[in-house]
């Protein structure tokens, strides 16, 4: 997860379907929680 760390939201794409709907889930989880974040920080 290092590598997502230090990429933008902005540039981050949004979480594509890859068969796990666990998977999937968590990472809409994680890409919302970056999005509130970086809002919040401005």
């Not at 979480?15 to 994680?30: H, L, T």
């Amino acid at each position: 997860m290092s590598e997502h760390e230090e990429t933008s939201v902005e540039t981050e794409s949004k979480p594509e379907f890859k068969g796990c709907v666990f998977c999937y889930s968590a990472e809409w989880v994680y890409y919302g929680a970056r999005k509130g974040i970086q809002a919040i920080r401005r």
